[in-house]
């Protein structure tokens, strides 16, 4: 049956601005023990039956394309009441692409609507938040937010339409995000604050009971770094922190509106407070595990990291990392999906977040930095690229070919864009700002000139990686869709532009001689190079080395010849060796861990978690 066609988008009657928050109450008569809710949101939700935390979520969708839930509701009466707060963004991110406040649902019992939203659905602004806060934790990110436990409810009354257009509606066809019980944790008084120890790398929500002796004003910071004393909380212009109103007494408060993460939570007071539980309350996407046996006891121990990082990365999509960013990115969303083949059951979770990149606009004709977001201007080339890697081993895995058809549209822009791309030299240009020429956080590969506003917009360079990745990635695609697109005279004009026929290797572009293993191993996995390139990028010799979030390509070019499995293995442990000896639960980013990007290095990393695939593919995890 179709969807909604009973139900209008409405909001509260109260003009409705950024970053706002509103409460829906909806009575309803089921003469079954079981009916279901259809809901749909601008920005993200939580849903109480009787009084009961029943399902809690953000949408992560365009404003063209929604996604819808649909949660079984198990009523306990004949007369059942719902609410839903909904907490609208209106402010754009990389996490977040901006569109009117709103909400749609229906209720459905015996397959009929017995409720749905209309003007009569009655509403409130949520006037404990503090509407229009506006502050920003990070630009990825996006918001974080104030409550003021002291401020009284307001009445509800009638809804108002919205004028919101939606293209198409579709079913985030995902399991729920599970919400667990509370941690334990360790608390140490400082002069004026408490740090709070979680144990571990913890995503969930913030859960706060505690005593206060008078009204006043709680700061919350939480992070995976102490290493100042406390929790890093200002870093540059990153501010990772909430703020809690208390009132006199006791103090009881969880917020299933905003995921944070990290290790440590810093709580900054007034007047002193006495802490009962003060915590992330830990969430998880609902999943099963594929056992597995490793008898190295350094390796089984890395592997257990590797698998509590995707875990930690991973809600109503992929996330490169929990604490800073909560994005979607295709050459970490990539690791993850190759990781998840192994380590999870199911293949859906990897089918929604294709179906969801796909949906982005690419107006010039790549994929948008994130999914979902609104501007496309800092697409990053090679990622778009990963893409179809990602497509390829999805239907290599899953034998799921039904998903070509529903991304064939983003498939072929992105081919069309590079063959386009593709000039009278029969290579690739570098793209012009503000596209970011970026493939990794190493020297000379991350290309931090976009964001230089004195640097020229356009340069005359061409690229080895782009151009290599493109080779590497059109034969999957002519695979896919039984296609025939000719790259041999890209491949021999990579050959006569980039290769040092003295030192066997391929420099990393035109305006310089420099060379990174990366590179070599993406041409070594087109069929590329010789002896010396080969063992020199083993070796990694007169080279920049490649990083955790690429290591899997020159993992690939190595097995080749199918004779480095102890070398690969040696090569994960040396790189992997500092996170555990650190007291690490979860990966880092690079390794450099937080002292990484000005201090602000992730420690939980999903790009990073790709030993869980080569211990796997190698034979170790059994």
């Not at 709580?267 to 056992?291: A, T």
Request: proline share 3%; net charge negative; glycine share 4%.
């Amino acid at each position: 049956m179709s969807i909604f066609n009973t139900s209008s988008w409405i909001w509260t009657k109260e003009s409705a601005n950024q970053d706002d928050y509103a409460s829906f109450l909806v009575t309803f008569n089921c003469k079954t023990s079981e009916a279901i809710l259809n809901i749909s949101v601008d920005s993200v939700y939580a849903v109480y039956l009787n009084d009961r935390l029943i399902r809690f979520m953000g949408c992560s969708d365009y404003p063209y394309y929604k996604f819808y839930d649909s949660i079984k509701l198990d009523c306990s009466s004949n007369q059942n009441t719902l609410r839903i707060d909904v907490w609208h963004f209106g402010v754009d991110s990389q996490t977040y692409y901006s569109s009117e406040h709103g909400l749609i649902f229906e209720i459905l019992s015996n397959n009929k609507v017995i409720c749905s939203s209309n003007v009569n659905t009655p509403s409130r602004i949520i006037n404990q938040f503090e509407n229009g806060y506006k502050k920003i934790i990070t630009r990825q990110l996006g918001l974080s937010f104030k409550y003021d436990s002291t401020k009284e409810d307001s009445e509800y009354s009638p809804s108002v339409l919205i004028n919101k257009t939606v293209d198409e509606y579709a079913l985030r066809n995902i399991n729920p995000i599970m919400l667990l019980p509370r941690k334990e944790i360790e608390i140490t008084k400082l002069e004026h604050s408490y740090l709070i120890d979680l144990k571990e790398e913890t995503v969930g929500i913030p859960d706060l009971e505690f005593y206060s002796p008078k009204k006043q004003n709680i700061v919350v910071a939480f992070g995976e770094h102490i290493l100042d004393g406390g929790v890093r909380r200002r870093i540059s212009t990153r501010d990772f922190s909430f703020e809690y109103v208390a009132k006199p007494g006791q103090n009881t408060f969880i917020n299933p509106l905003r995921r944070i993460a990290g290790r440590y939570l810093e709580v900054f007071f007034e007047d002193d407070i006495q802490i009962n539980y003060i915590g992330i309350r830990p969430v998880k996407y609902e999943h099963s595990l594929i056992n597995k046996n490793i008898e190295d006891p350094y390796l089984s121990k890395l592997y257990s990291m590797c698998i509590h990082t995707l875990e930690c990365c991973m809600h109503e999509h992929y996330e490169d990392c929990p604490w800073r960013e909560q994005a979607l990115y295709n050459l970490d969303s990539r690791n993850q999906m190759l990781c998840g083949y192994y380590a999870f059951e199911g293949y859906e979770y990897q089918r929604h977040n294709l179906l969801l990149i796909s949906k982005d606009k690419m107006t010039n004709g790549l994929l948008s930095l994130c999914f979902p977001m609104k501007s496309d201007e800092l697409s990053i080339p090679m990622f778009s690229l990963c893409y179809i890697i990602q497509l390829y081993e999805y239907v290599k895995y899953t034998d799921d070919k039904t998903i070509l058809d529903d991304v064939k549209d983003a498939v072929y822009k992105i081919v069309n864009t590079f063959k386009s791309k593709v000039d009278s030299n029969h290579l690739i240009p570098y793209f012009s700002k503000p596209i970011w020429n970026f493939y990794e956080w190493t020297k000379g590969s991350s290309n931090g000139d976009v964001f230089d506003p004195n640097s020229p917009k356009d340069k005359s360079q061409y690229d080895l990686i782009i151009n290599a990745m493109y080779v590497y990635v059109i034969p999957m695609f002519n695979e896919l869709y039984n296609e025939n697109i000719v790259i041999d005279d890209v491949k021999e004009e990579i050959y006569k532009t980039f290769f040092d026929k003295k030192s066997h290797l391929f420099r990393m572009h035109t305006n310089t001689k420099k060379c990174s293993q990366f590179g070599q191993s993406l041409v070594i996995l087109i069929g590329l190079g010789d002896e010396v390139t080969y063992e020199k990028t083993k070796k990694c010799s007169d080279m920049i080395e490649a990083s955790l979030s690429t290591r899997g390509f020159v993992y690939d070019a190595l097995l080749k010849d199918g004779n480095n499995k102890e070398f690969i293995l040696q090569d994960i442990k040396n790189r992997y060796n500092n996170m555990i000896d650190e007291g690490a639960t979860t990966v880092y980013e690079t390794e450099g861990g937080a002292d990484d990007f000005g201090g602000s290095g992730s420690l939980c990393h999903g790009w990073s978690a790709l030993p869980i695939y080569y211990l796997n593919i190698l034979g170790v995890a059994k």
